[in-house]
């Protein structure tokens, strides 16, 4: 199975702040992995697709990057509303997600 | 508008059956493959199933194997879990999602969420 490892765990960040968020893959998935914010009662939202394509309607201050094992999600100068938790997903082999950062105000 | 409104979850006893079901609208079902994605509480988000377009491929996460099974009525819109031999540990939020079309896995419509709570 492949496992997912995102750190920190926890990140403390001012509005306008930038925030870069780590996934690591067990095993290499090219780059079949996606990005999700997710709000307490709120369904997950879509962020990002193979690595680096914004989805529609994402605000550009969210970018990805990476390939292979390591990843990275940044948010170039953190909103009010980007205060959550973010999760990675592998799918190359399945679905796994990572354990969450969540993000909060410092 | 794209929606999915899933119903279904409850308060059930360990040992216990459940039929989720997630009705959508806006968009051609029939070619979307579709998946349940779990959230428990205080826990992340966790993948429970997935169903092709056409209903031949199922695939599950290991901790539910055998006990709850993934379908689809294209003709209803509709797809289901039906979750049976419930414990404990299966106590959560269950979202339906839609897999984007054209990226082979990532989730691109999620629905709002239906409780399931096992408890005696």
């Known amino acids: ?106 | 508008e794209v929606q999915l409104v899933e119903s279904g979850g409850g308060l059930v006893q360990p040992g216990g059956s459940l039929r989720l079901s997630c009705v959508v609208s806006g968009f051609s079902f029939s070619n979307y493959y579709m998946s349940w994605v779990r959230q428990a509480p205080g826990k992340g988000l966790e993948w429970v199933a997935s169903l092709k377009q056409d209903g031949s491929e199922r695939n599950y996460v290991d901790s539910v194997k055998g006990r709850f099974t993934i379908s689809r009525d294209n003709a209803r819109n509709s797809v289901y879990l039906q979750m049976s031999s419930l414990r404990a540990e299966d106590t959560a939020v269950y979202y339906c999602a839609r897999v984007k079309q054209g990226d082979a896995g990532s989730m691109d419509v999620w629905g709002q969420g239906t409780t399931v709570t096992v408890s005696s």
């Open chain 1, 1 to 106: 199975d492949i496992q997912m490892t995102q750190s920190p765990s926890t990140l403390s960040a001012s509005v306008g702040d930038r925030v870069t968020i780590t996934c690591r893959a067990s095993q290499n998935i090219n780059n079949w992995l996606a990005w999700y914010q997710k709000k307490p009662g709120k369904a997950p939202k879509f962020l990002i697709y193979r690595a680096s394509n914004l989805e529609s309607g994402v605000p550009s201050r969210f970018s990805g990057s990476g390939s292979g094992t390591e990843f990275t999600l940044t948010i170039s100068s953190l909103q009010p509303d980007d205060f959550a938790t973010y999760y990675c997903q592998q799918y190359i082999t399945y679905w796994t997600f990572g354990q969450g950062t969540n993000v909060e105000i410092k």
